[in-house]
């Protein structure tokens, strides 16, 4: 009963407004003298025993009551609750990410304060049993853990396991200012663990550490200082997919620090791009094969079912799987449509867009690149030599390049190309190098280039040139004009097409 009526109507919230819940249960929430309660199921202090031992401490300024971790009847509870939560939940696509949680303090595996008594409270063969439990309940849906367990990530990694990090930004990474290592920094006891590929099977998260989390965007923020870590940089390091930020949602922010908080949002998880789309001739009469070559240029994978799918005005439409195994930053693969109508009408309107069975309703799994905030990539190609003409005859193809104008912004953390054309400024004199701070004043921030956003006026046609004789030609994706020669995608505008 307790899910019907406490934890459906949150995650469908949540649902509803398009956004993944991520799921969390405590025993010892600390709070206040005063204002504290406990949550550690009564029926077990009631009807066995089950121990509690009051705690108060300064530091925190909060008390609770921690429940004898070692009690075998509490293990049976605890074991019995996961079973039935993934038996509920595993695989429910409403449902992001669920964090191991139910051990220590706010669920978050420790039992910290200034009395070092405390501290090894939640035996480790406690902690064993319940990654088994996680484990055995959940297998689709992601869980993570709030620190490296040997049990369950490094040598012993298990498939889907990952980590959280609730004071991120704060204790996250040692950047050596602090006048001696900080074994017990996250990134640290990661390393300790030789965890650090847990990523490319297990989502990273966590929470801003809530005192950051007002300042940490604004100009004056001084990254770098001993718990004042600057938020891209231990991005990159852990690859985080995503971070809770409540006053990001509350208080909210503005001007320049609304701005590096969206670059911020953007630099973490996956970025799917279409690198090159070519066309040949197909096995199937009066068809073409269309293969598209995808990078993953962000940080972290997309954790569940992604495939790519293929579009075109006359009715056609195809989806293949896969896009979820480009895991490694700047990794690529291909993918090949076949039996495409070899039309003009076809060729000259293909959309491609991904898809996934966990995407929500109004929240669709989207490029860092294309139309409609990347929802759709749109292409138009040649028929390929030897392909027969389209039935009904029709004017000679012309080609409308897309007018394009180069916007910036400047950011501490890189943001999305999508992110740079809605919010940035035309391009000038003020950024004149990109991810340099020319023209960004204080603060760490660099320029940040998109020289392909929409926009300008368009040119006059232009009919294209005659078809090689030998094989399609590939789709510079700057211009997403076809390329027989070598397709150059870096750097500035000027630099930016096709080179012979």
């Given at each position: 009963?307790?899910?019907?009526?406490?934890?459906?109507?949150?995650?469908?919230?949540?649902?509803?407004?398009?956004?993944?819940?991520?799921?969390?249960?405590?025993?010892?929430?600390?709070?206040?003298?005063?204002?504290?309660?406990?949550?550690?199921?009564?029926?077990?202090?009631?009807?066995?025993?089950?121990?509690?031992?009051?705690?108060?401490?300064?530091?925190?300024?909060?008390?609770?009551?921690?429940?004898?971790?070692?009690?075998?009847?509490?293990?049976?509870?605890?074991?019995?609750?996961?079973?039935?939560?993934?038996?509920?939940?595993?695989?429910?696509?409403?449902?992001?990410?669920?964090?191991?949680?139910?051990?220590?303090?706010?669920?978050?595996?420790?039992?910290?304060?200034?009395?070092?008594?405390?501290?090894?409270?939640?035996?480790?063969?406690?902690?064993?049993?319940?990654?088994?439990?996680?484990?055995?309940?959940?297998?689709?849906?992601?869980?993570?853990?709030?620190?490296?367990?040997?049990?369950?990530?490094?040598?012993?990694?298990?498939?889907?396991?990952?980590?959280?990090?609730?004071?991120?930004?704060?204790?996250?990474i040692d950047e050596g200012v602090y006048g001696a290592p900080m074994s017990w920094f996250f990134w640290s006891q990661v390393q300790a663990t030789a965890a650090t590929d847990f990523w490319m099977s297990g989502?990273?998260?966590?929470?801003?550490?809530?005192?950051?989390?007002?300042?940490?965007?604004?100009?004056?923020?001084?990254?770098?200082?001993?718990?004042?870590?600057?938020?891209?940089?231990?991005?990159?390091?852990?690859?985080?997919?995503?971070?809770?930020?409540?006053?990001?949602?509350?208080?909210?922010?503005?001007?320049?620090?609304?701005?590096?908080?969206?670059?911020?949002?953007?630099?973490?998880?996956?970025?799917?791009?279409?690198?090159?789309?070519?066309?040949?001739?197909?096995?199937?009469?009066?068809?073409?094969?269309?293969?598209?070559?995808?990078?993953?240029?962000?940080?972290?994978?997309?954790?569940?079912?992604?495939?790519?799918?293929?579009?075109?005005?006359?009715?056609?439409?195809?989806?293949?799987?896969?896009?979820?195994?480009?895991?490694?930053?700047?990794?690529?693969?291909?993918?090949?449509?076949?039996?495409?109508?070899?039309?003009?009408?076809?060729?000259?309107?293909?959309?491609?867009?991904?898809?996934?069975?966990?995407?929500?309703?109004?929240?669709?799994?989207?490029?860092?690149?294309?139309?409609?905030?990347?929802?759709?990539?749109?292409?138009?190609?040649?028929?390929?030599?030897?392909?027969?003409?389209?039935?009904?005859?029709?004017?000679?193809?012309?080609?409308?390049?897309?007018?394009?104008?180069?916007?910036?912004?400047?950011?501490?953390?890189?943001?999305?190309?999508?992110?740079?054309?809605?919010?940035?400024?035309?391009?000038?004199?003020?950024?004149?190098?990109?991810?340099?701070?020319?023209?960004?004043?204080?603060?760490?921030?660099?320029?940040?280039?998109?020289?392909?956003?929409?926009?300008?006026?368009?040119?006059?046609p232009i009919t294209p040139s005659p078809t090689p004789s030998t094989g399609g030609c590939p789709v510079c994706a700057p211009t997403g004009q076809p390329c027989c020669g070598t397709c150059i995608d870096s750097?500035?505008?000027?630099?930016?097409?096709?080179?012979?």
């Amino acid at each position: 009963p307790g899910f019907d009526t406490v934890v459906e109507p949150r995650i469908a919230a949540s649902a509803s407004r398009g956004k993944h819940s991520i799921l969390r249960f405590y025993m010892d929430y600390p709070q206040p003298a005063g204002s504290y309660v406990s949550h550690t199921p009564q029926f077990l202090i009631d009807d066995y025993n089950l121990t509690m031992t009051p705690w108060s401490s300064v530091d925190l300024n909060t008390v609770g009551s921690s429940p004898d971790y070692s009690d075998e009847n509490l293990k049976t509870a605890l074991n019995n609750f996961v079973a039935a939560l993934g038996s509920r939940y595993d695989g429910d696509s409403r449902v992001g990410f669920i964090q191991v949680g139910l051990l220590g303090f706010w669920g978050e595996w420790h039992t910290w304060t200034e009395d070092s008594a405390t501290h090894s409270w939640i035996p480790d063969a406690t902690k064993m049993e319940l990654i088994d439990a996680f484990d055995a309940a959940f297998q689709t849906t992601q869980v993570q853990i709030r620190y490296p367990h040997w049990y369950a990530v490094g040598a012993n990694q298990r498939q889907g396991f990952g980590l959280h990090d609730d004071s991120f930004a704060h204790s996250t990474i040692d950047e050596g200012v602090y006048g001696a290592p900080m074994s017990w920094f996250f990134w640290s006891q990661v390393q300790a663990t030789a965890a650090t590929d847990f990523w490319m099977s297990g989502a990273m998260g966590g929470e801003v550490r809530p005192e950051l989390q007002a300042t940490i965007f604004d100009d004056n923020y001084a990254a770098g200082t001993q718990y004042k870590q600057d938020f891209g940089m231990c991005a990159d390091t852990t690859h985080a997919t995503y971070m809770l930020n409540y006053h990001a949602f509350g208080t909210s922010y503005t001007g320049n620090a609304l701005v590096s908080a969206r670059a911020a949002s953007d630099q973490m998880g996956y970025a799917f791009r279409i690198t090159e789309v070519s066309v040949a001739e197909g096995s199937v009469g009066d068809t073409v094969d269309i293969t598209a070559t995808v990078i993953q240029d962000g940080i972290a994978p997309f954790y569940y079912d992604l495939s790519i799918g293929l579009a075109c005005p006359e009715g056609f439409s195809v989806t293949v799987g896969g896009v979820d195994g480009i895991v490694s930053e700047g990794s690529t693969a291909s993918f090949t449509f076949t039996a495409v109508p070899a039309t003009s009408t076809c060729l000259s309107s293909l959309d491609f867009s991904l898809s996934s069975s966990y995407a929500l309703a109004g929240a669709p799994v989207k490029f860092a690149q294309g139309v409609s905030g990347g929802t759709v990539v749109e292409v138009s190609l040649p028929l390929p030599p030897g392909s027969p003409p389209s039935t009904s005859p029709t004017p000679s193809p012309t080609t409308t390049p897309v007018a394009t104008q180069a916007k910036y912004i400047c950011s501490k953390n890189m943001p999305l190309p999508t992110t740079i054309c809605v919010e940035g400024s035309l391009a000038g004199g003020d950024c004149a190098n990109e991810n340099e701070n020319n023209g960004c004043q204080k603060g760490g921030k660099r320029c940040w280039w998109n020289p392909a956003c929409s926009g300008g006026d368009n040119p006059p046609p232009i009919t294209p040139s005659p078809t090689p004789s030998t094989g399609g030609c590939p789709v510079c994706a700057p211009t997403g004009q076809p390329c027989c020669g070598t397709c150059i995608d870096s750097g500035k505008p000027s630099r930016r097409g096709c080179s012979a």
